[in-house]
């Protein structure tokens, strides 16, 4: 089993739309969870934070759940600008930035 | 603002032929790392720098070499550029190699070996 799978998708959803994304890890030692965002051929950029309570950035909301060991992505009213790749990342131990290979979304008009 | 920059931003490199590839920040970060980043294979960790003066090699460090120059500046050199190296190549940044500290990535430089 990959140390942190995403579903690459491509998720296709209509403008306003609520779209969510799943990222699993195998490693229950993992201590801290984060969303980048990369568009196509730029750099990752860092979307939030996930914390174990949730979290919410306007339409973002971050989730974790350590007993299934996943964390989600909600995205609400979805806008073309959201087009991207999300990018799963977590740490572990303090010392390894785990990757993964992220959840292709395009949003049409 | 200009947070981590990176050069060149396109490479074209021979086989055999060597390059270095520079990274500055200007945040103050204490951690700088180099990623590669491939089709299919995501962000892998070529070598990172916990703080000035100290560097380790991460998932895929061979064929390559670092120097941290200072807290600013952390280089990636290339000896022998094989096409296996053709790839693109971020560096990045945080405050600390604690877990909660997220990272900040420069452009991208586009490298290819022929």
């Known amino acids: 089993r990959k140390e942190v799978e995403q579903d690459p998708g491509p998720f296709n959803v209509p403008e306003g739309a609520t779209v969510a994304f799943n990222c699993t890890y195998s490693n229950s030692a993992s201590q801290s969870f984060f969303w980048y965002r990369q568009d196509c051929r730029k750099e990752p950029k860092l979307l939030m934070s996930v914390y174990s309570s949730g979290n919410e950035d306007g339409r973002f909301t971050a989730q974790l759940n350590r007993a299934s060991q996943y964390i989600s992505l909600l995205i609400r009213d979805s806008k073309l600008s959201d087009s991207a790749t999300y990018l799963c990342?977590?740490?572990?131990?303090?010392?390894?930035?785990?990757w993964g290979l992220g959840t292709s979304l395009a949003v049409n008009p | 603002n200009a947070g981590v920059t990176q050069t060149p931003k396109f490479q074209v490199l021979k086989t055999g032929q060597s390059m270095t590839l520079q990274c500055a920040q200007d945040m103050n970060h204490n951690s700088m790392y180099w990623y590669r980043q491939d089709p299919g294979m995501g962000l892998r960790l070529i070598y990172y720098s916990a703080s000035e003066g100290t560097t380790d090699k991460g998932e895929v460090p061979n064929g390559y070499n670092v120097s941290r120059l200072n807290k600013r500046e952390f280089s990636l050199r290339l000896e022998s550029a094989a096409p296996s190296q053709t790839s693109v190549y971020f560096c990045?940044?945080?405050?600390?190699?604690?877990?909660?500290?997220?990272?900040?990535f420069g452009d991208g430089t586009r490298l290819s070996i022929l």
């Open positions: 990342v977590v740490n572990l131990n303090n010392r390894k930035l785990i």
């Open positions: 990045a940044s945080s405050v600390s190699q604690l877990s909660n500290q997220p990272q900040h």
